[in-house]
T-cell receptor, first 111, second 115 residues
Framework: RKEVEQDPGPFNVPEGATVAFNCTYS??????FFWYRQDCRKEPKLLMS???SGNEDGRFTAQLNRASQYISLLIRDSKLSDSATYLC????????????FGSGTRLSIRP | EPEVTQTPSHQVTQMGQEVILRCVPI?????FYWYRQILGQKVEFLVS????????KSEIFDDQFSVERPDGSNFTLKIRSTKLEDSAMYFC?????????????FGQGTRLTVV
């Protein structure tokens, strides 16, 4: 089983739509969870951390289910500028820190 | 805003040559990482570095690769004898002003082309 697994997409949705991405992780010792965004040929940039209680940042909502080892990202009222690849990222550390990326879900917003 | 910087932005090298990719992490961070991304593929973990030693490495990070933090500010990735399949974008990242702070910040990457 892959350490971090995501639906690769692509998701092609109209502007204004709501879109949801899911991600599962295999290591139950995983400690921290994030969503990153990557634009074409650019570096990954932190979109938001994911907390156990769920958290929201404007149009973005992230959820974590530790029992099912699953995290999600919801984007409401999508904008053209949301078009990017969304990376699920998991960090676990015991004596070391290891940050693992999912393969990414490509999102394309059409006018 | 503090940022991770990488040099060069693009490196072209002949197969079999050694390359050194350079990174300056965010100054108060404790963990340092190298990742690579082959064009069109996922971001792959190579190595993490903490307290002046490798803390974790992937299967990709074989004997051809090494990392160093020579002077307390730079963090380098050396590839001893490059192969065509080493062509990729290499990202440096740093995290952890303290252990509870784990989000990683990435440099803009070095595009390595092996010919």
């Amino acid at each position: 089983r892959k350490e971090v697994e995501q639906d690769p997409g692509p998701f092609n949705v109209p502007e204004g739509a709501t879109v949801a991405f899911n991600c599962t992780y295999s290591n139950s010792a995983s400690q921290s969870f994030f969503w990153y965004r990557q634009d074409c040929r650019k570096e990954p940039k932190l979109l938001m951390s994911v907390y156990s209680s769920g958290n929201e940042d404007g149009r973005f909502t992230a959820q974590l289910n530790r029992a099912s080892q699953y995290i999600s990202l919801l984007i409401r009222d999508s904008k053209l500028s949301d078009s990017a690849t969304y990376l699920c990222v998991v960090n676990w550390y015991s004596s070391a820190s290891k940050i693992i990326f999912g393969s990414g879900t490509r999102l394309s917003i059409r006018p | 805003e503090p940022e991770v910087t990488q040099t060069p932005s693009h490196q072209v090298t002949q197969m079999g040559q050694e390359v050194i990719l350079r990174c300056v992490p965010i100054s108060n961070h404790l963990y340092f990482y190298w990742y690579r991304q082959i064009l069109g593929q996922k971001v792959e973990f190579l190595v993490s570095f903490y307290n002046n030693e490798i803390s974790e490495k992937s299967e990709i990070f074989d004997d051809q690769f090494s990392v160093e933090r020579p002077d307390g500010s730079n963090f380098t990735l050396k590839i001893r004898s490059t192969k065509l399949e080493d062509s990729a974008m290499y990202f440096c990242a740093s995290s952890g002003a303290h252990r509870g702070s784990t989000e990683a910040f990435f440099g803009q990457g070095t595009r390595l082309t092996v010919v």
